[in-house]
Structures are given as structure tokens and as C-alpha cells.
């Protein structure tokens, strides 16, 4: 058995030889894109040698311009020729990293929700996070069209992206949404202005033939919201420890999804563990979710600055249990 074919048998919930795992790493901003970006993709995921090897994505939807205002600024998003600049990028980037493997891993490539998506240009404009946030909910409250018909605009791109990634040679997309928190939108809002758009792009990743690994970002996540994802989610992963909610539970609310987790990424044995603590942490893990439909990973991606040895004892243990 193979990575992919241990991926997909865990995926369709049968018996594997061990349990995979599934880790990405945060590249740093030089290495990132382009001949560097490639290097290094190859070099972690030689260096890892997870089952998962995960295609990062940095071409994001631009700002119309430096200090634009929105929701003006979505306007001009709306008219932007996304396909033919970072989609194909993307695709390009993927495709030259596929084209150095041996096509024995289990590759997906990411793809971020509208929510992520539609901040990106707000943040490009030159706001932090946390203004863009506010600034996003309220454009949908102030022109609910114009900033509806950007979000329209950039789902359809996505969809193209997720049709790029299966010409490219991947497996599956890892779709990252965002926008579940608590104290971001309302669950009305939510299942207004979000829900629609991520079904489309997670409906389209399905109609290109490719398995969809769903992540849900962040922490303070209504995770009762993400119920109807559960169809086009062949994996799900989250913030167990970052929302918190259990692999127990998750296993509950998508119980048609393989489950992938189990460890915390910015704190925990990875970050501080001795190799004693880790091989333990992870074998306490495993058992206690079982075997099957499962892939070992972490709340989210890891640090740039990830110990590689803690990361490796980590991955040894799960193919020991």
C-alpha cells in the first residue's frame, strides 16, 4: 500500500496498513512562489515524507488599489480577470511541483473560501486582519450587491481553480473556510452571504473528480453551521484543540467524512514535546479515534519554524501503532 492508496482507503473508511498523515508547513514569504517556491515544497515533503504532500496557495485575489475603500473597492474585484492571472498561476506553480514527484503521495492543492477570498483584497489594500474582518461584514451591510457580486465573481474563479487543480495532477483540494466564528457574522449572515458560495466551490471540486478536504479556519467556530458542507466532504479537519471541539464530535456532525487531526500546531508536542511525549500524545490519539477513516494531522498548518525531528517522530509513531 502506497501513500495515496493508504490515503483513500482511509477516505472510504477501510482497512489500512497505518494510519496516515496528513502535515503542511507555512513556507516563508521568499519561498513562498516561483523556482523557490517549488524547491521548497519538495524539500518539506521529502523532508516530511507525510502521506499528504499539501500544494500551498499564494496567488490571492488583489486589491483594485493601495488604500482602496470598500465597499467601492469590491466593485472594480468584480470586473478583475482572475482566471487569467492567479488561477492559472496557481495552477502553473502546481503543475511544475507534480511534474517532480513520483506520484506515489496523495497530493491536494489549496483553495480558500469566499470568506478568505474576499478579505484578501481588503487586506491587500493595506489593512490588518482584524479591520478587514469588520470591513467585509460591513460592505455586505452597506451594498450588499455590489460586495454579492464580487463574492459571485470570485466563487466562479474558484471553481475554475478546482478544475486547474485535477489538470495538474492533484488528488484532491483542500478547501479552507472561514467566517464560522462567533463574532463574525451572524448564523443568518453566515448562511446568507457564505454558506452558498462555499457549497458551489466544494460542489465544483466534486465535479472535477476530486476528493475535497474540508478545513475550517480558526477559533470560536459555530460548528453546527458547517452541517450541510458534510455532503461534498470526503475529509474533515479543524481546530479541535484551537475551537475547541473533540474528533469525537466531529466525527458526529460529518459521520459520512474521514476525520483528520488530532494534534495542535502553534503549541503542544510539537512545538515543545520530547520525543518520549510525542510518540505517546500520538499513540493516545490514535487510539482513542480507532484506525479507521482517519488521517493523522494538526489543528491547522504548522509554523514556519516547525521542528523537523518532533515532526518526524510524530509520523514514525502513527506508522508504528
Known sequence: MNKKERVIAAINKKPVDYVPCGFSLHFPENENSGKAGVEAHLRFFKEADTDIDKIMNENLVPSPAKGSVFPEGYAPVAEMDLVGTIINDQVEFSKEIISKLDGSSFVMGTLHGICASGLHPIEKSGYAYEDARK????????????????????????????????????????????????????????????????????????????????????????????????????????????????????RKLFPDAAIMGGLKNRSGVLVDGTDEEIASEVKNVIKGFGKTGFILGADCTLATEQDMHKLSVAIKTSREC
Not at 470591513?135 to 460586495?147: F, M, N, P, V, Y
Open 135 to 250: 470591513i467585509q461584514r460591513d460592505s455586505l451591510l452597506k451594498d450588499e450587491a455590489t460586495t454579492l457580486k464580487a463574492f459571485q465573481h470570485i466563487t466562479d474563479a474558484m471553481c475554475e481553480l478546482a478544475k486547474g487543480y485535477k489538470e495538474a495532477g492533484c488528488d484532491a483540494v483542500y478547501f479552507a473556510s472561514l467566517g464560522g466564528e462567533h463574532d463574525c457574522f451572524t448564523p443568518e449572515e453566515f448562511d446568507r452571504w457564505i454558506k452558498p458560495y462555499d457549497l458551489q466551490i466544494m460542489k465544483a471540486i466534486k465535479d472535477a473528480g476530486l476528493y475535497c478536504v474540508l478545513h475550517i479556519c480558526k477559533s470560536g467556530i459555530d460548528m453546527e453551521r458547517y452541517r450541510d458542507y458534510g455532503k461534498y466532504a470526503d475529509v474533515v479537519n479543524w481546530g479541535v484543540y484551537e475551537i475547541p471541539y473533540s474528533l469525537e464530535d466531529g
